[in-house]
């Protein structure tokens, strides 16, 4: 019994790494009971984040769950099929931080299944938005990248910029502005034209296709030229982003009038 005991808190050991956390379901999934969760919080070998959610407890006496480790929690050990996008990515990817707004870091979450409701509960850094991965994309089309986050150099799941720059151009107009877009695409010098290819390809969306070659015409990059635009499926008829804007012919949208004076 005592040889058994100690083999299951062997195994916790080396399958719940310090600092990242796991759930009932994926405590139950590997053997640990009830009975077995509650003695092992007694007995100060789990600690309870929230309700139904536990980690290995740390000398370093966090009163908050970093969000990257949410995020590789749910990734690596409860294989969620999510990944960090947006502006979030192109953050990390160096591209947006000068952006970013004082005040509690947002983090947009693009998800192909539902995510565990213990997600917006846990006391975190910052505030996760969750989006649905499949509005945009199919599950395993291109444009995810990976990067090494934390003193372990575990892997985070994010979008390479070519895709991050799609999923931020979905939140036009409404949740993002044309101007901080215009920006963000100005600093988007060095894409690589077939992983912008290959993303453009996969994208569902005829609006955020059309925006994505405005703006990187506008621009004048020179990975523009390089794409095929023929195998690029942008739809038929007008489609109006921006009511009362401008229209431009070749990609048959409405965009900001003076999009120079920050519109």
């Given at each position: 019994m005592v040889a058994q005991k100690n083999e299951k808190i062997n195994q916790l050991n080396r399958l719940l790494p310090e600092g990242l956390v796991v759930d009932t379901p994926w405590l139950e999934g590997h053997g640990y009971r009830r009975q077995w969760r509650e003695k092992y919080v007694a007995q100060g070998r789990l600690?309870?984040?929230v309700r139904g959610v536990y980690r290995r407890p740390s000398a370093s006496l966090e009163t908050t769950v970093p969000w990257q480790r949410i995020v590789i929690s749910l990734q690596?050990?409860?294989?969620?099929?999510?990944?960090?996008?947006?502006?979030?990515?192109?953050?990390?990817?160096?591209?947006?931080?000068?952006?970013?707004l004082s005040g509690t870091a947002t983090i947009h979450l693009y998800a192909f299944e539902a995510l565990p409701g213990w997600v917006q509960r846990i006391a975190s850094d910052a505030r996760l938005v969750e989006h649905k991965g499949g509005r945009l994309f199919e599950r395993g089309a291109p444009g995810l990248a990976q990067i090494e986050w934390g003193h372990w150099g575990w892997k985070l799941d994010v979008s390479a910029p070519e895709r991050a720059l799609c999923e931020l151009l979905d939140e036009l107009p409404d949740r993002?502005?044309?101007?901080?877009?215009?920006?963000?695409?100005?600093?988007?010098?060095?894409?690589?034209?077939?992983?912008?290819?290959?993303v453009l390809e996969a994208c569902k969306s005829v609006k955020v296709k059309r925006?994505?070659?405005?703006?990187?015409?506008?621009?004048?990059?020179?990975?523009?030229?390089?794409?095929?635009?023929?195998?690029?499926?942008?739809?038929?008829?007008?489609?109006?982003?921006?009511?009362?804007?401008?229209?431009?012919?070749?990609?048959?949208?409405?965009?900001?009038?003076?999009?120079?004076?920050?519109g």
């Amino acid at each position: 019994m005592v040889a058994q005991k100690n083999e299951k808190i062997n195994q916790l050991n080396r399958l719940l790494p310090e600092g990242l956390v796991v759930d009932t379901p994926w405590l139950e999934g590997h053997g640990y009971r009830r009975q077995w969760r509650e003695k092992y919080v007694a007995q100060g070998r789990l600690e309870s984040v929230v309700r139904g959610v536990y980690r290995r407890p740390s000398a370093s006496l966090e009163t908050t769950v970093p969000w990257q480790r949410i995020v590789i929690s749910l990734q690596r050990l409860l294989e969620k099929s999510v990944h960090v996008g947006g502006r979030s990515a192109l953050e990390l990817h160096g591209l947006a931080h000068y952006l970013r707004l004082s005040g509690t870091a947002t983090i947009h979450l693009y998800a192909f299944e539902a995510l565990p409701g213990w997600v917006q509960r846990i006391a975190s850094d910052a505030r996760l938005v969750e989006h649905k991965g499949g509005r945009l994309f199919e599950r395993g089309a291109p444009g995810l990248a990976q990067i090494e986050w934390g003193h372990w150099g575990w892997k985070l799941d994010v979008s390479a910029p070519e895709r991050a720059l799609c999923e931020l151009l979905d939140e036009l107009p409404d949740r993002d502005t044309f101007h901080q877009a215009d920006v963000l695409m100005e600093s988007a010098r060095t894409l690589s034209p077939r992983r912008v290819q290959a993303v453009l390809e996969a994208c569902k969306s005829v609006k955020v296709k059309r925006l994505f070659l405005w703006f990187a015409e506008r621009q004048g990059h020179s990975w523009f030229g390089r794409l095929d635009l023929s195998r690029i499926e942008l739809g038929h008829g007008k489609r109006q982003i921006v009511p009362g804007g401008r229209y431009d012919p070749k990609y048959q949208i409405t965009v900001p009038e003076n999009l120079d004076a920050g519109g």
